[in-house]
């Protein structure tokens, strides 16, 4: 059986340092969770094996560490929140909108 790893990818969204995080057996699963290519994954994504007491999820998972949204918005809570990724998503497509008028 083979083991799982945990796949850590930084991207940018909209202006936002995003970091994913995702569950994969190798870096082609990984760039399919990713939405990216297989070089993409292994030339920029950590990768560390998984304990077997560890958490195996199926979706991605992403955080933000700064921006405008917690710092001129006041949403600290944000703040190293993992959450899925169109969760995260939407929540910084609102405050673009707001900031920008969209």
Known sequence: MKKNKRYHLITIYR????S???????????????DTTIHFVR????CVDMDRD????EEV?????????????GRKDLY?????YPDLKKIIEHYVSIKYKI
């Open 61 to 73: 998972r992403a955080h933000i560490d700064s921006g405008y949204i917690i710092f001129e918005y």
């Open 80 to 84: 190293g929140k993992e959450m899925p």
């Open 20 to 34: 994913l995080t995702c569950c994969a057996h190798s870096y082609k699963e990984a760039a399919e969770k990713f």
């Open 43 to 46: 030339n920029y994504a950590g």
């Open 54 to 57: 560890e958490e195996n999820f």
């Open 15 to 18: 202006g936002y340092n995003v």
